[in-house]
């Protein structure tokens, strides 16, 4: 090993011991290596969302965040070239703030069940049943899905976004769950289509929220039986759930945030146990930064997108130049007032 990979090995080790093997950080050190090398010889940057697995999280991201994180990064970036280790959604929202740069993701099939829910056509379906009213959306969807929106929205500033609005009636999409959350939160009511735009009731009278059926193939996973389980077991655990679990789940939590707000609240609160009901790797990437605090972990769901990122990948991303990302102008010009908006709201 050269002494460069052995530098960073030793570091790793001194982090990830507990939840990485030895020889995977021996091998993934080196890729490192290489990966640093290609960034600096392509001027580059490398945006590293919470959901990559341990060793690459810690080891070549320039900047680690949420979306909206790293939504504000990819706007500020001065840099020619942004990988984003993440999955689609996100490095098409990376090009829509930034469409003179090299936008690559890593892995091109890393997709997204919410962002895969819904259409432009869909969303223009529902603007001609309800027109006129404020259309938000998640950043969980295509550039398309965007451009017909009004404004976006992250987990972190969903209610914020839905209050700005100031209007009695939002349409609210693609997470069912993630809009049922905020409807308790605001105090809105919702209806979702069930049978498409179609079969949806053409009155608004007491409906504010209007939603749609897209759901995370990975936090609809988890159910209140699973909470209940595990309080059986550590009645003093303290659990945390995502906004993209069903209200139910969120309502048996002792607290809800986005990825950024659970790591905050696990460094900042003294617990015996905790549970964070998210996506897998994330638990172990909040393990390694609080060594002190013991991690319940429900690891029956890593994200099969998500997962298709590894460091391999990324390397092979910035050596080959792929997988580019392009977003058709209209539509980025359309998108990109909605994205940008929603930055604007923090
Ligand atoms: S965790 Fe859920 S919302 Fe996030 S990328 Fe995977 S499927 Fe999409």
Redesign the pocket.
């Known amino acids: 090993m050269n002494p460069e990979a052995q530098k960073l090995y030793e570091e790793m080790k001194t982090r990830l011991a507990k939840v990485v093997p030895d020889f995977e950080l021996a091998y993934k050190a080196e890729i490192a290596v290489e990966i640093n090398a290609l960034k600096k010889a392509k001027n580059a940057v490398i945006l590293g969302h919470n959901?990559m697995e341990p060793v690459l999280f810690y080891s070549i991201p320039d900047f680690k965040g949420d979306s909206l994180d790293l939504s504000r990064k990819a706007a500020q970036t001065d840099k020619d070239v942004i990988v984003f280790c993440g999955?689609r959604f996100m490095a098409e929202t990376a090009k829509i703030l930034n469409p003179s740069k090299t936008v690559l993701l890593p892995a091109e099939k890393a997709g997204?069940?919410?962002?895969a829910s819904i259409t432009g056509e869909d969303v223009r379906a529902l603007k001609r049943k309800y027109p006129g009213v404020p259309v938000v959306t998640y950043v969980?969807t295509y550039a398309e899905v965007k451009a017909e929106s009004d404004i976006c929205c992250t987990s972190s500033n969903a209610a914020a976004v839905v209050d700005s609005l100031k209007s009695d009636t939002v349409i609210f999409l693609p997470d069912q769950y993630l809009a049922g959350n905020v409807a308790r939160e605001t105090g809105k009511h919702i209806i979702f289509p069930t049978a498409g735009v179609d079969a949806m009731p053409s009155s608004l009278v007491d409906v504010q929220l209007i939603g749609w059926n897209g759901k995370?193939?990975?936090?609809e996973k988890f159910t209140v039986e699973d909470i209940r389980a595990v309080r059986e077991q550590f009645p003093d655990v303290v659990v945390l759930s995502h906004p993209?679990c069903s209200p139910e789940v969120v309502q048996a939590s002792d607290y809800s945030g986005s990825t950024n707000a659970m790591i905050r609240y696990v460094q900042q609160t003294k617990a015996p146990h905790f549970l964070v009901l998210t996506?897998c790797a994330m638990g172990d990437n909040i393990a390694a930064a609080n060594p002190d605090k013991d991690m319940l972990r429900l690891c029956m769901v890593r994200?099969p997108?998500?997962n298709t990122i590894t460091m391999e990948d990324t390397r092979d991303a910035l050596k080959y130049n792929r997988y580019v990302i392009e977003v058709p102008e209209d539509i980025r010009l359309r998108a990109y007032q909605a994205v940008e908006r929603m930055i604007q709201i923090g």
């Open positions: 959901y999955v997204c069940s919410l962002a969980n995370c193939e990975v936090h993209e996506e994200c997108h998500m």
